[in-house]
């Protein structure tokens, strides 16, 4: 009876705040004071999802992360809980909009696109997981970011765009003096100059005029790469 109570509460203001803002009968103060408010029930509504999550109930779990969102569309971590619960229940295609939802809303959602990526690849769809790793990647740029979107072309055998993350990858371990970086790309590079053959663009560049290719195959040479 408390929980029923405590809903018609917060649905009841939540309501009110809305009304208020679509009348244009709120100042400024109000209105950040309404958004202020709806975001502490979401906080506290994906909370209670959790604990349902823990109790093993997970379809009233994501009634909580829901509603959550209907309060307020860009509470970030209600959508991850949401598409997770989902993805338990094997709604795939409802986790997947979830995944969606949440990029549309919360601009440079790593962890989304992240999880988006992880079920397309559970689902088979390998260009869309593509796409969400090589968003990962231009958003978090990093050797690990990297390095999951070489991998991903590696199984796709794309080896001059796996080729060229890892040549970023050893870029930016250089740059940082980090000799674990340095030596796995070194690997990597190494391994797949051999796969890619005539298709490597830079090796390409030591038989074109082109000055910049040709200073690119230098270097690659001199590294033995």
Known sequence: MVGVTWNR?????????????????????????????????????TRQGREHVKNGDDALAARRFAE???LDPTYAPAYLELAAARERA?????????????????PAFVAAFRGRAALLRRLGKRAGEIADLEAVARLAESPETL?????????????????????????????????????????????????????DPVADGATRRDWVR????????RRGM
């Open 9 to 45: 509460h917060f649905f009841s203001r939540a309501l009110f705040v809305v009304a208020l803002l679509l009348a244009g009968t709120v100042g400024h103060a109000q209105v950040e004071g309404g958004a202020a408010w709806a975001r502490g029930t979401a906080a506290e509504l």
């Open 68 to 70: 959550a969102l209907r």
């Open 90 to 106: 094997g709604d795939w295609l409802e986790a997947e909009r979830t995944y969606g939802a949440a990029i549309d809303h919360v």
């Open 147 to 199: 390095r999951e979107l070489a991998e991903g072309y590696v199984e796709d055998r794309s080896w001059p765009a796996a080729l060229a993350r890892w040549r970023k990858i050893l870029a930016l371990a250089e740059g940082n003096a980090d000799p674990r970086w340095v030596r796995e790309a070194t690997v990597h590079i190494r391994a797949l100059v051999l796969l890619c053959g005539e298709l």
């Open 214 to 221: 040709r200073a690119e195959a230098s270097v690659a040479k």
